[in-house]
């Protein structure tokens, strides 16, 4: 038996390849708004060009996809602890899969923003519930703004809590998650979509001033 405050265990092994095809399929059937979700993600960043882009939780590659096909992308670099979901990615995008960097890291441990340099925007679609409880969601946001470029923005969709929640430890309520953002350290939080109990949320980076612009009068 857990308390509220355990750690959910992981039920899908998605480092086995069986499991993760599984998965997506199920997703599929089950989500079928997620292609609206998408076409969110891109709209939120049209206006910018030679984006340098990180995906947290990347999975079989649908962001990526949409994204690099819908937007100027200079660099995509794809995070992900499931080598297997990484074959189905590069499998899933075929050709695109050249202007991927594809690395295997768990952005459940707190060293894994190391060396991977600054971006433009960090998305993440359903994902960041993988660290297992929602009180992990503000540290991982926070990590992930140490990679963010001042100005740059920030990219959340994930379920939030309902009635009906199976694991309610791992959804936080839909009025915790622009307030998950703000605790983080990101400002004009913004709702881009919502739809099927899952929100995206934007949040930018802002700009920061230096000392000696501090001091001008």
């Not at 050709?95 to 459940?108: K, Q």
């Not at 060396?115 to 993440?124: C, H, K, R």
């Not at 959804?171 to 939080?189: C, H, K, M, N, T």
């Amino acid at each position: 038996m857990t308390s509220d405050d355990d750690d959910v265990p992981i039920r899908v092994d998605f480092r086995d390849p069986a499991t993760a095809r599984a998965w997506i399929e199920d997703t599929r059937i089950k989500r079928p708004y997620r292609p609206r979700f998408l076409a969110a993600f891109c709209a939120a960043l049209t206006s910018r060009s030679k984006l340098r882009i990180l995906e947290l939780g990347s999975g079989p590659g649908q962001l990526a996809g949409e994204i690099l096909v819908h937007c100027d992308v200079q660099t995509y670099v794809a995070l992900d602890f499931s080598p297997a979901m990484h074959q189905i990615a590069a499998q899933h995008l075929g050709e695109l899969a050249s202007r991927v960097t594809f690395v295997t890291r768990d952005f459940r441990e707190p060293a894994w923003p190391r060396d991977l340099g600054t971006f433009d925007a960090i998305v993440t679609l359903q994902a960041a519930h993988e660290t297992r409880h929602k009180r992990h969601l503000v540290p991982l946001l926070e990590r992930a703004r140490t990679l963010v470029a001042p100005g740059g923005m920030l990219l959340y969709a994930d379920h939030y809590l309902t009635p009906e929640t199976g694991l309610p430890a791992l959804a936080p309520a839909r009025a915790d998650q622009p307030l998950a953002l703000e605790r983080a350290g990101y400002v004009e939080i913004q709702l881009r979509y919502e739809e099927g109990c899952m929100a995206l949320w934007c949040g930018t980076n802002e700009f920061r001033r230096s000392a000696a612009q501090s001091k001008a009068p």
